[in-house]
Structure formats: C-alpha cells, structure tokens
C-alpha cells in the first residue's frame, strides 16, 4: 500500500479492473481508474481521479477532483480511495 501511495504521489497511479466473467447483464468490467495529486492554483493539493471503461478515458473521461488545503489531508484522501479501489477488485496496472 506504501509503494501504491508514493508511486500516486509521484507520478500517478493506474488501476484497472478485468473480469474473466461477464456480469449479469452480460457486459464485462474492463474499468480504468487514475489517480494523481496536482497543486491547485491558489494553494492546496487537488486529489484528480478519472475513471470509466478502458480505451475510452481520452475521449469521455468521467473526473473527480477534491480540493485539500494541504499535503497531508490530501495524502490521506489518497490513501482512502486506493484502499477502496483495491478492495473493489482494481489492481495496479503492469507499467512498461
């Protein structure tokens, strides 16, 4: 979990979700989930996460940012969405 946050921190963190089984509807879960710390213009940390089906997050993104007044309420906001993420069934993307 340390190595997921630093690596947000850094240069940001991919998550994807594949399933080997289609849902009930018949429609199969190949999710994407970025997230990255960005300073806001006028002070404070933004927590950025776009998210939405693989392949599609360049034309329709769908984006979430969460102003915080510092670093480190922004770090633990971070943390708190990874940790959801991963017990969702994200996992990070193999970066090459």
């Known amino acids: ?4 946050l630093e690596l947000a921190q850094e240069r940001g963190l991919v998550l994807d979700l ?3 089984a289609p849902d009930a509807r018949g429609r199969w879960r ?3 989930y ?3 710390l960005q300073p806001a213009l006028w002070g404070g940390v933004d ?3 776009t998210w939405g089906r693989r ?3 360049l034309r329709r993104p769908r984006r979430l940012v969460t ?4 670093g480190g309420t922004a ?3 971070l943390a708190a969405v990874i940790r959801r993420r991963l017990r969702r069934g994200y996992a990070p993307a193999r970066l090459a």
Do not use: I, K, Q
């Open 18 to 20: 594949v399933d080997t």
């Open 67 to 70: 102003h915080h007044l510092d």
């Open 75 to 77: 770090e633990v906001a």
């Open 47 to 49: 927590v950025v996460r």
């Open 30 to 32: 190949n999710r994407t």
């Open 34 to 36: 970025r997230l990255h």
């Open 1 to 4: 979990m340390a190595s997921l």
């Open 55 to 57: 392949g599609t997050t």
